[in-house]
T-cell receptor
Framework: DGGITQSPKYLFRKEGQNVTLSCEQN?????MYWYRQDPGQGLRLIYY???????QKGDIAEGYSVSREKKESFPLTVTSAQKNPTAFYLC????????????????FGSGTRLTVV | KQEVTQIPAALSVPEGENLVLNCSFT??????LQWFRQDPGKGLTSLLL?????REQTSGRLNASLDKSSGRSTLYIAASQPGDSATYLC????????????FGTGTKLQVIP
């Protein structure tokens, strides 16, 4: 079955450490997204990518980095510059096809919970 | 800037009751609206996607309606069950450099046996 796989499910980061969250999809979607979810704040967009080798900052990109070397993969690195990284991170995918974009919604992965220790 | 509001933030109902969850948005220039379900510690599961040209979508006991002119969508759940207990989020997709999607903060539903 097609879907999005996020790993690991739980991740612990020490102060000053960079960590990378994995996101893989086999839906043949072009667009991929990273969201951060905090209690009471809803989902906030970190980065998005509409095509391989291209990505754009979202609303809260500071302290994060991404790469898009393959269509199927969109890893997120939480750097030491992110001062408050404890949150639930969600990866999503969709199709950016401009002419029929109204037809497309999001498919989400199961999330990664990151905790600073 | 699009704003999406879901009221109430929490709702508790007895099993078997029919219920309505609300989603309001400020900018009616949308492409589609999507309803999700989120269980604790889990990702979002898509329930229904309504395109801007549609008025409603149905899936099993779920029915979602869309009124763009008034900036409202409702999710109707018939004959609620304890397994329906979860947080329900709506997301509005509109014009933007990256097809801007704005999420509501959700309604946490508890169905009591």
């Amino acid at each position: 079955d097609g879907g999005i796989t996020q790993s690991p499910k739980y991740l612990f980061r020490k102060e000053g450490q960079n960590v990378t969250l994995s996101c893989e999809q086999n839906l043949n979607h072009d667009a991929m997204y990273w969201y951060r979810q905090d209690p009471g704040q809803g989902l906030r967009l970190i980065y998005y990518s509409q095509i391989v080798n291209d990505f754009q900052k979202g609303d809260i990109a500071e302290g994060y980095s991404v790469s898009r070397e393959k269509k199927e993969s969109f890893p997120l690195t939480v750097t030491s510059a992110q001062k408050n990284p404890t949150a639930f991170y969600l990866c999503a995918s969709s199709s950016p096809r401009q002419l029929i974009q109204a037809n497309y919604g999001y498919t989400f992965g199961s999330g990664t919970r990151l905790t600073v220790v | 800037k699009q704003e999406v509001t879901q009221i109430p933030a929490a709702l508790s109902v007895p099993e078997g009751e029919n219920l309505v969850l609300n989603c309001s948005f400020t900018d009616s220039a949308i492409y589609n609206l999507q309803w999700f379900r989120q269980d604790p510690g889990k990702g979002l599961t898509s329930l229904l996607l309504i395109q801007s040209s549609q008025r409603e979508q149905t899936s099993g006991r779920l029915n979602a309606s869309l009124d763009k002119s008034s900036g409202r969508s409702t999710l109707y759940i018939a004959a609620s069950q304890p397994g329906d207990s979860a947080t329900y989020l709506c997301a509005v997709r509109g014009p933007g450099g990256y097809q801007k999607v704005t999420f509501g903060t959700g309604t946490k539903l508890q169905v009591i046996p």
